[in-house]
Each structure stands twice: as structure tokens, then as C-alpha cells.
């Protein structure tokens, strides 16, 4: 069964930008999760999507927004991009609810901004 | 909402002895903790996580403890192999919150 899948693996952008990125679940998953690791903060969740609907959003401003196709693949879009943005951006899918049940993650995008 | 704090940010084992991480959370009515490895260009899996109804969970050499009194909850790798290098991440969740909360993780190094 192939993995989760985060596309591109790396991103340079510059201040003001917008970005796109990408992730395909694991088969099956109908549930994405989308995750900012930094090197101070851990990782912090930025929402789940389920079926096509956003069912959880975590504290992230408005610039961060996301959605899921009907193939359960997901992207997540950064607008007006910010120094403090640069970070490990990772996704993970699960067959239940991403807060309870074992997630399976991407390798991850690393999104650079100048 | 749910905080999660996680020490030591570094741990240096040698190999062979047992590493010890303890996490602590705020909601007491968090109930599910998992933890979660991360390596170097292989992504983060789950390598153990219990839940609220039982205090102790093992998986061969990986075992964690949870205190509810205490709001604790701590991973233990026994006889510790350089594959187990990487960076060691747990998390709470509450059912109400419906939120996954991650601690800011552990960098673990075993000493050959």
C-alpha cells in the first residue's frame, strides 16, 4: 500500500506570494490532516478535512485555507506569504478522526519564504 | 485549550540503557496520547498511544504510562538501539475538542 504523499518537497517563496500544496492519503482514507512543524513550536494543527468538509480548524489565520477533492487527495494554500511561514508543512491521513485515531504522515513540504 | 509540554527537548542515551520522555497536559479530560517518531526523510509514524481507561501500554521494547492524577503521561524505550535516533513527538486529545495537540518534541540520540 503506498504511503502519503506530499508534493513539492521543497519551496522558495518570496514575501507576499501565495503557495499550493499537495497531498494524496494512503488508499482507503477518507480523512486529511494538515500539520506546521517549527522548530519552537512543535507541530500544530491547521485543519482536517472529511469527505470534503473542513471538520476541524486550528488557530491559524485566514491566509491558510485547504480542501479535499472526491478522491480524498487534499491542498492546502498559504495567501500573502509571511517570513514567520517558512516551516516543515506535513500532512497525514487516517481512516478515523485525526484526533483519536493513528495518523500516517507525508514526509513533508519544506516551504522557505524570503 | 489542551497544552501539551513535553521534556527533555534532547536526550542523549547510550546504547543499550533505557530513555525515558515525560509529557504533561492541562486538560483533564484529555483521553487519547499518542506518540509519534520522526526520522530523517522518512516521515512520522505512531509507535505506541494509550487511552485514558488504562495506565500502562507496552510494545516490546516501547512501553507508556499514563497518570491521570498527575496529568502525566511518559515513553520508555528499553534497551535502546542506534535505530532509535530521531526525534520523538506525543500528543493529547480531547473528545469534546476534537483537537490533536503536539508537544515540541524530543530529539533522542543513542550513544554506540
Known amino acids: 500500500k503506498a504511503g502519503v504523499t506530499q508534493t513539492p518537497r521543497y519551496l522558495i517563496k518570496t514575501r507576499g506570494q501565495q503557495v499550493t500544496l499537495s497531498c494524496s492519503p494512503i488508499s482507503g482514507h477518507r480523512s486529511v490532516s494538515w500539520y506546521q512543524q517549527t522548530p519552537g513550536q512543535g507541530l500544530q494543527f491547521l485543519f482536517e478535512?472529511?469527505?470534503?468538509?473542513?471538520?476541524n480548524k486550528g488557530n491559524f489565520p485566514g491566509r491558510f485555507s485547504g480542501r479535499q477533492f472526491s478522491n480524498s487527495r487534499s491542498e492546502m494554500n498559504v495567501s500573502t506569504l509571511e517570513l514567520g511561514d517558512s516551516a516543515l508543512y506535513l500532512c497525514?491521513?487516517?481512516?478515523?478522526?485525526?484526533?483519536?485515531?493513528?495518523?500516517?504522515f507525508g514526509n513533508g513540504t519544506r516551504l522557505t519564504v524570503t | 485549550g489542551e497544552n501539551v509540554e513535553q521534556h527533555p527537548s534532547t536526550l542523549s542515551v547510550q546504547e543499550g540503557d533505557s530513555a525515558v520522555i515525560k509529557c504533561t497536559y492541562s486538560d483533564s479530560a484529555s483521553n487519547y496520547f499518542p506518540w509519534y517518531k520522526q526520522e530523517l526523510g522518512k516521515g512520522s509514524q505512531l509507535i505506541i498511544d494509550?487511552?485514558?481507561?488504562?495506565g500502562e501500554k507496552k510494545d516490546q521494547r516501547i512501553a507508556v504510562t499514563l497518570n491521570k492524577t498527575a496529568k502525566h503521561f511518559s515513553l520508555h524505550i528499553t534497551e535502546t538501539q542506534p535505530e532509535d535516533s530521531a526525534v520523538y513527538f506525543c500528543a493529547g486529545a480531547t473528545f469534546g475538542n476534537e483537537k490533536l495537540t503536539f508537544g515540541t518534541g524530543t530529539r533522542l540520540t543513542i550513544i554506540p
Open positions: 494509550i487511552r485514558s481507561n488504562v
Open positions: 478535512y472529511f469527505s470534503e468538509t473542513q471538520r
Open positions: 497525514a491521513s487516517s481512516s478515523g478522526q485525526a484526533y483519536n485515531s493513528p495518523l500516517h
